[in-house]
T-cell receptor
Framework: RKEVEQDPGPFNVPEGATVAFNCTYS??????FFWYRQDCRKEPKLLMS???SGNEDGRFTAQLNRASQYISLLIRDSKLSDSATYLC??????????FGAGTQVVVTP | DTGVSQNPRHKITKRGQNVTFRCDPI?????LYWYRQTLGQGPEFLTY????????KSRLLSDRFSAERPKGSFSTLEIQRTEQGDSAMYLC??????????????FGSGTRLTVV
């Protein structure tokens, strides 16, 4: 079983709509969590960190549920430029990142 | 310093040949990581350095793979006797680590290896 599991999608979202998806992690000792965005054939880029209290960054909201070991990302008012693969990431004690396989989001006009 | 630099961007090699990739981290970063990403998967950890010391290696890093960071600055990743299964994007990342926290974790653009 992979340490971080994600629904691969694709999630086809009309422009302006809201989309949400989750990932689950198996290592309860993981210390930090992140969402990364990856465009086709590019490197991953940090989208946002994820905190138990929930955090927002503009149209993006992330939430961590440690009891159930899942992380969520919600995108409001989707833009065409939000089309990408979103990688769920957990971090261990010394900086090693564990990536999920990614959730593909396709925003359509 | 504009970020993590990886060279070459693309490499096509014949099966059985050796290849070497280079990563130049952000200059003040003391940690350097190598990851590998295959199609449809997220990046997978290979190894990391704290300054010049290689502190952990994944089981993915077979004996055909070797990584160095000789002066705690740039790093090289060499693959000997390449196999078609080595075809992937090889990503380098760097960060500054202090008191158990990582700052400025940044990925390079990667080296895309195709073994034919």
């Amino acid at each position: 079983r992979k340490e971080v599991e994600q629904d691969p999608g694709p999630f086809n979202v009309p422009e302006g709509a809201t989309v949400a998806f989750n990932c689950t992690y198996s290592n309860s000792a993981s210390q930090s969590f992140f969402w990364y965005r990856q465009d086709c054939r590019k490197e991953p880029k940090l989208l946002m960190s994820v905190y138990s209290s929930g955090n927002e960054d503009g149209r993006f909201t992330a939430q961590l549920n440690r009891a159930s070991q899942y992380i969520s990302l919600l995108i409001r008012d989707s833009k065409l430029s939000d089309s990408a693969t979103y990688l769920c990431v957990s971090r261990g004690g010394w900086g090693k990142l564990q990536f999920g396989a990614g959730t593909q989001v396709v925003v359509t006009p | 310093d504009t970020g993590v630099s990886q060279n070459p961007r693309h490499k096509i090699t014949k099966r059985g040949q050796n290849v070497t990739f280079r990563c130049d981290p952000i200059s003040e970063h003391n940690r350097l990581y190598w990851y590998r990403q295959t199609l449809g998967q997220g990046p997978e950890f290979l190894t990391y350095f704290q300054n010049e010391a290689q502190l952990e290696k994944s089981r993915l890093l077979s004996d055909r793979f070797s990584a160095e960071r000789p002066k705690g600055s740039f790093s090289t990743l060499e693959i000997q006797r390449t196999e078609q299964g080595d075809s992937a994007m090889y990503l380098c990342a760097s960060s500054f680590s202090s008191m158990g926290a990582d700052y400025g974790y940044t990925f390079g653009s990667g080296t895309r290896l195709t073994v034919v």
